[in-house]
Structure formats: structure tokens, C-alpha cells
């Protein structure tokens, strides 16, 4: 028996980290990093570890199922892709003709490989409703940027320009543990930390880098906003603005100084809980100390203010001069030669230009939130349930468990039952894909071809396909078979997902195999673009003040909204409800609600954990260890108590993604620890329509 070693990509998260993949034959024994890999030096994280365990878990699905009983009655047949598709295609014409394509929705859940191509079709079919999770992760602090600057900044910790960050600020994101975030692995910004003279870490919970940082600002969960104004107002009014930056490539700074004026650090201490003394120190660390950058999270994104917050944190970049300048927050440059299909650096690949301009009236979301990418969720979900203004029929989830992601599960559980026709593409029969009506099987990062570059942007990086469980297939090679037989060639010009990637090296010189030989490209990274070609706004500068933001209708300059429920905005449910419930704090074993059935991780991580100050606990009888009720004025959860001096003593910290595969079907009890039941119906960011996940009001007591 042969045995090899394949240098491939990882993709159980989002760091993309290169791996080597070690076969015996054809099976998978371990994948391990790559110590020659310039984007991860070797790291790899414990779900890129546990990749052959996915692969081969026995309860994946391989073949493609149609349900024969009722909904939830666990009665499925086998059937083959070519039944599948032309069934597929058959139904969503049949409801595009007698109803209109609108009637169709789609959904995907966190940014996959597919991300992109998911958006494409939905347009090419010409619905406007496509949904999922980007009003709250991710996306607001990407299209800020590009009404900003023109394109999302991200830390240079790899020393292209022969410096690394001398200050590194890490923004309610925890990317040593979670294993990555925007294209880059945790080991290498964990090495990033290593080297700063300086940290400052933002955040409720005492993270790893919080241990050692210069500055730990332990903020009142969702008062991010606040902090960033009162940083601004510090770095203005005691002149540490780089001014050449700022007199020479920005636009509105003497709007900002004005708009600024009243949010001083003594104006947000209340809000946020946090000395004035501190906020000013840490104003000053980050501006006296160049480079310097700053890493965001999700924690950003889930606020009634997200889009104004990352607006903010992006000023502070501007107003200190380290936009694109080595060691600072750079604007990647991609390979040369490599067709860009990364939707964050490509706003063709959606394919917006293929929807019939017509439908965009028609969308279900009639309530307007000017930074919301997709068919706002909650909106999205609510008029299945009311039927207004019309019912969608049949619907398309691609690696999404909405049950588990969605911020009013039962709600979701209802609309999902009152749909026509259910189409679930994943890997397991999870809660959602137990209601389909018929499941397709999707493929593992092992068993994908490509050119990975959806966040990487300054590499592509070389997927290889070492392996084939059953019929199991990449999304993106379904997206085009079923585009193909609804006739949508325009948008989908390629015979096959192997000729458009052939498509998209042509002008490198290269086909995939020779690319495959080669394992990465790189972009020739160049500094301070914005001295030659500005920056990719209306201004040609940097936007302090955003005239894009304007014209959509929402505040130009950033402000700070109090969250809907607080002890500040809801002091009649605080007295009920003591306790400040922040959720999502991403856990190391798992990818969002993925993983649950590979017994490796969940060895590491056997049950949902709730994050409770041992002062709180031993006020209400609870020891380590004890089951706890988590309960919302919506719901409750049951969750295992972790005593930890790490946050404060009123807030809980409660993990977010939980269900029991093991648990009998259907449903595995998705409902039992499903930190999404604790959120109803709220009031909305009204830019982004984000729910405020990380900001609310809860009680526990002991099971």
C-alpha cells in the first residue's frame, strides 16, 4: 500500500490554513500543518485535525434522499443526482411560471467556499430573496469599508514590507482560540502578538491575549460603539491625529472634530463601565505606537449600532495614519493573472448584474436597513409565518442549520413547515434537513477542487481532492447543474466546476494541474497605494465622512446606540432579569453549530457551557460543573455552569450553536441549549438590521 502526502488548503473554518494531507492508498490516516506554508508555518487548529474524522463519520450523508413520509417522520428514499436535479429543476419551474421566481428563496450559512456562487444563482433565477447571516457577521464591517476607503483592511502581520505591527488591538475577536479570522490562521497572529510592543484587547471576557496586554478594556457587553467614539474624541483633542494622513487623503475630518466633541471618555464611562482614565491611556498606546492595527470580530457585527461601530474603528485607523502602510491595516494586492472570485474583492461574482431588474421591488423585506446585504433573516422569517407580503414556496438551504442559527428558532421551525418544497444541501441530516423534502449530500473540503481565494485576497491558495465518500459533491459543482438545466448559461457559462477553474488561471499560464504543483500564488504586495490611485471612493479619499452612507439614508458620520434591552434602556426588565447575557463567543473544538458528532472534538467539549462569575453563582447555590437555566423573557436553555473570574460578576456568557446528534431524530434536541431560543422578536440596528446577540438580559437559577 502506497503511502503519500498531499499539500492541500483546510477549510473547517475560515483561516484556510495549508495542511498536508497523509494517505495510506486512497484513505485518509491525518492531516497535519505545513511547516513550509507561508500563510500558517506549520499551525493547524483542533477541527482541521479532526478533517478525516468528518470524511468518514458514519452518519454522513452520501447519496442524495427524497422524503416519502410526512415532514419529521424520518422516512427517506435513495435516489440518484440525475432524479434529483431534473426533479429540482422541474419544481422550481413549475412555481417560477405559475407564481414568479420571487416565490423562491435561498439561504447559506457562514462565508464557504460556495459564497458567491450560492448569490449567483439565486439572481440568475432571478429572486431577490436570499438570506442567512451576514446582516450580522462579517458583511457590515466589509461594506463600511467599502463606502469608507473602497476595500476591507486587514492587519499586515506577515511582514511583506519588512515590518510587523508594533500594536496590535484585538476587537472583541478571539482568533488565537477560534483558530481564524479574516483569511488568517490564529498561530500566525498569535505570533503577530508575540512580536507588538504593545496590545490592547477589547472585550467582556478575560480572553488568552487579555492575560498579558498592555490594555485590557472589559467593556459592558454591546458598548463598543461608545468606546470607539471616546477613543476617537481622546486621539483628536489631545492632537495625536497623524496629520499628513489626514489633511492630505481624507475627507469630513473637521466635520468628525465637531461630531465628536461631546463623546469624551467621561461621557462613556457609564455606558461602558470603564474608567475614563483607562479609555484615555489606551487612546493614547494606540496612537503613539505605529504601526499599529487593529483586529475586529463578530462581537462587532451583532449591535444596535454594528455598521456605525466598524465605521468608527476604521476612523481610528484613518485618524493615526496606518491605512496601508506596512505593519498597519494594508489593503491586499491579489496574485496577478488570477481571475478574482472573491465576492469581497469582486462585486460581479453575486452576479447582481443578471437579476431582472424588475424582481428587486419585490423583495420580502420591505422594511428598508440601507447596509443589510441580503433578505433581512427575521423579516425573512416572519413573512412565511404571516404570509405578508406573500408566501415563498420553495426554498434552498446550502451549509446552513437555520434552526440552530437563526436569532427566533420557533418561529424558523414554523416557517420552515409551512413551505412547499424544502431543499437542504449538508453533510449530515441536521434539525433543518430532517424537515426537507429532499437532501443533497455535500462534499468535504478532501473531496474539492481549488483556487481558494474567497478571504485570503493578497494568496490563492491550491485545494486537491484526495478523496470520494459515496456521491457526495461540491455545491458549486451542483450550482451549475442545476443552473444548466434551468437554462441560466449566461451566468453559468462553463461546462464544469474543473473548466472554470482552468477559466480563472488562464491568464496565469497555467491550468489547475500545473497550479496543484505549485500550492500558492502570491500578489506582489505593495504599500501607501492610495499616494498614486487614492482610494476607490466618490471622493477618491478616505471617507470620514460617508457620503455613500448619506445617500442610503443612514448617519454619515458614526454614532452610539444604547442596545433595545439593558440596564440602561429596560431598567423594568433588569429588575427581573439581573443578569447581562452575551452569546457567541466562538468555541475552539467546533465551527459555529458544525462538529457535534465528531467524537474527537467533542471529547475536548462534551456540553454547552455557560460562563458565570463565581461570586454570581455562589449567590444562587450553583457549583462548577451544575446544570443552570438560562432565561430570557423569551425562553430558556439548559446549559453547564463554568465558574470563571474572567468576566464580570453580571454578565453570563452563554456558547451559541448547540445540538445532540446523538439525541434521537428528529430534531437531535435542537431546542434544549439553543442559545438562539433566549432572542424574539427586537428592535433592530436600524442601518444593518443586526440583532443585538451579545447584549441582553437574562436570570439563572440551578436545574
Known sequence: MENRVVRSACRMCHGVCQVLVHLEGDRVVKVTGDPDSPTSRGYICPKGAASPDLLYHPDRLLYPLRRVGGRGEKKWERISWEEALDGMAARLTAIKEESGPEYFAMQQGTGRPYTGYTTRFANAFGTPNFT???????????LVSLYTLGQLPICDIYGFGDEYPSCVVLWGCDITRSGASDGMCGGMFQRALRRAKKVIVVDPRRIAAAEKADHWLQLRPGTD?????????TIISEGLVDRDFVDGYTVGYERLVEHVRTFTPEWAAPITRLDPGEIRAAARTYAATSPACIQWGNAVDMSACNAQTARSLLILRALTGNIDRP???VLWVPPAGVKQRSVFMNLEVPGLQFRPPEVAGRALDAERYPVCPITHPPTFWRSIVEGDPYRIRAMWIVGSNPLLTMSNPRQTEKALGMLEYLVVSDFFLTPTAELADLVLPAATWLEQEDVVNLHKIWCVLARVKVAQEGEARDDREV?????HRLG???AFPWESWREHLDWALEDTGMNFEEFCSRGILRGEMRYHKYREQGFATASGKFEIYASAMEAMGAPPLPVYREPPMSPLSTPEVAREYPLILTTGAKIREFFH??????????EKHPDPLAEIHPETAASLGIEDGDWVWVETPQDRVKMRARLWEGIAPDVVSAEHGWWFPEDEAPGHGWHRSNVNLLFGEMEYDPDSGSECLRSWLCRIQKV
Not at 594 to 601: D, F, M, T, V
Open 132 to 142: 442567512g447571516v451576514a446582516h450580522l457577521c462579517y458583511l457590515p464591517r466589509w
Open 225 to 233: 460603539g461608545a468606546l470607539a467614539l471616546a477613543m476617537i474624541n
Open 327 to 329: 505593519g498597519g491595516d
Open 479 to 483: 450550482i451549475f447543474d442545476l443552473a
Open 488 to 490: 441560466l448559461w449566461e
Open 593 to 602: 453549530s458544525e462538529g457535534r458528532q465528531i467524537s474527537s472534538l467533542r
